[in-house]
């Protein structure tokens, strides 16, 4: 099993930058690919960026593109999300997701 805790949510002003973590315990997710999700108030939770294994590969959802850079440090157990330009419509939940695991989600909030 595997446990994923995200981290570095809070509230920034529109035009500012978060840096979202993903650490992992219990069994490795270095061998496995890992994406993050958003969830906004009253919508669906959607694909936000994702990365394999390796780090090699990296997809991004057209609103992430250009903005949005997720990375991993397999050495930590750790994956990242540095988020740039923030405005509105990234304020929301953010969820951690490999293999069949979810973390509890950390919330971003974009004031204007």
């Known amino acids: 099993q595997v446990q994923l805790v995200e981290s570095g949510g809070g509230l920034v002003q529109t035009g500012g930058s978060l840096r979202l973590s993903c650490a992992a315990s219990g069994r490795t997710f270095n061998n496995y690919a890992v994406s993050w999700f958003r969830q906004a108030p009253g919508k669906e939770r959607e694909f936000v960026a994702s990365i394999n294994w390796s780090g090699g590969v990296t997809s991004y959802a057209d609103s992430a593109k250009g903005r949005f850079t997720i990375s991993r440090d397999n050495a930590k157990n750790t994956v990242y999300l540095q988020m740039n330009r923030l405005n509105s419509e990234d304020t929301a939940v953010y969820y951690c997701?490999?293999?069949?695991?979810w973390g509890q989600g950390t919330q971003v909030t974009v004031s204007s």
């Open positions: 997701h490999t293999q069949f695991y």
